[in-house]
Every structure is written in C-alpha cells, then in structure tokens.
C-alpha cells in the first residue's frame, strides 16, 4: 500500500481544517519528499469549491518538480482538464463523483490513463445502508444528478464503464482523525463480488493513527491518502510506510 500525503491549497495557501499554515504548498510538498514520500496528493480545494481551477499552475509546477508522482484533486469532472493536468505534470487525476452524473462521461474517463474516480459519500448515522454520492465540486448540473445515487451501483456503474481506480471516501469522518472507511470499502468490494479483483481501491480521510494505517493495508487498500496526521505529527511517512509493510493484505 502507497502511503501518498495530501497538500490542500487554497487561493495558493496550505491550509488544514481549514486554517491557512505557515508554509508554502511547494515547502510543504518538498518536506514531505525529503521525508520519504513516494507520491504526492494535491487538491485544489479552490477548483472544488468554486470550480475556479487557479491554482493549477502552481500544483502543476509542485508535481513537476517534486522528484515523485503526483495526483490532482479538486472537484475534477472535465475530461479536457484532467488532460490539461496530465500533460502538465500530473500522474494521475481524481475525478469528483459529480460524473456519476453522466455514464457516457465516466466511459471516456475509463479510457485516461492515471484516471481515479472518486466515491464521495455521507452514510446515514445508523448505518443501515452504504450512503449515497455527495459530490464536491465538479459542474453543478452533473453533481445534481449523481447527487443521492447509491454508492454500490455507482461503483458497480463505474466498473462497466472501464473504471479501475476508485477512491472511496466517507464524509463524515474526513479530517476528523476518527479512522478509516473500511466499512464502506467492504461493502463496496462485496458489492462488486469477483469483479472487484479488477479495482483498486484507494481511500483517504479519517487517518490518524498508525493502527488505521494497518488496518487499511491488511484490508489490501492500494494508496491511502493522509493529511492531518502527517501535518500535526502524530507519526511521519516512514513510520506509515512501515507499518503498511508490517501488515500486508489478507
């Protein structure tokens, strides 16, 4: 499992739940490489926000520059951006669930080399069902329809449209330190039955310890994304890279 940490930019600021930090988003990107990043995640939370994708310059440089991959983030669900971002630099594209909105539009994405489709879902406090889509950014006509979709015929849509990266979020813990989506990621992959053999899965918020780490990795996720731990301290890349060493999937 890759353990791939996320700079959150706005208006070309780091920020982390919310509060602007002292550090550059390319300070931020080089101190993370030099301590043992093996890719990077960079969102542009401007582009999610406001669909205002400003700060693609300077992501575009940070990947170019970095030394390692890097993904983009940020409300993403047009095909000609992500592309832009490709050929800027970028290995990779996260596209906002909002292109749930459009099968035709998630059979092109298949077709994208370094394309991840994201599952942005809130489940319901009894936890009597997986959640619906909650799209963050991407054009709001799109995230209107998916919006409410269940997410197991999302991710079983995703899969016949050629789909083979998925990254599954649950909103409600995300930044909150309070563990990871594995129960959401489970049902997902029971959804999908022998098919699922054919995706990864990638998943990130609620991350804020090294035990979540493990859990992650023996569950076999591919990436897990990490943002406020690696920031606050409360462990640093090495130690997350060996602890997805120390517990390889089941």
Do not use: C
Request: charged share 25%; glycine share 12%.
């Amino acid at each position: 499992m890759v353990i791939v940490p996320s700079i959150d930019v706005r208006r070309a600021r780091v920020v982390a739940r919310g509060a602007v930090i002292d550090m550059t988003p390319s300070q931020l990107a080089a101190r993370f490489v030099a301590d043992g990043a093996d890719e990077l995640h960079l969102v542009d939370l401007d582009g999610a926000e406001r669909g205002d994708h400003a700060n693609l310059p300077l992501l575009a440089s940070i990947a170019r520059s970095s030394g390692v991959p890097a993904r983009l983030a940020g409300g993403i669900s047009s095909v000609p951006l992500a592309r832009e971002a490709l050929d800027a630099g970028f290995a990779g594209v996260l596209f906002s669930s909002a292109v749930f909105g459009d099968d035709d539009l998630l059979g092109d994405i298949g077709a994208i080399p370094g394309a991840i489709v994201e599952i942005e879902a809130r489940r319901p406090p009894d936890a009597s069902t997986s959640g619906w889509l909650e799209p963050r950014g991407g054009t709001p006509r799109l995230a209107e329809i998916a919006r409410g979709r269940g997410v197991l015929a999302a991710a079983r849509r995703a899969l016949e449209r050629g789909v083979r990266d998925l990254y599954v979020i649950d909103l409600g813990s995300e930044g909150a330190l309070s563990g990871p989506a594995i129960d959401l990621l489970e049902r997902i992959r029971d959804a999908l039955g022998p098919s699922a053999a054919h995706v990864r899965f990638h998943t990130g918020g609620g991350i804020g310890s090294l035990d979540d780490v493990r859990a992650l990795a023996r569950w076999g996720a591919a990436s897990a994304v990490i943002g406020r731990a690696l920031v606050e301290g409360r462990f640093t890349i090495e130690e997350a890279k060996a602890a997805a060493r120390e517990a390889p999937p089941a």
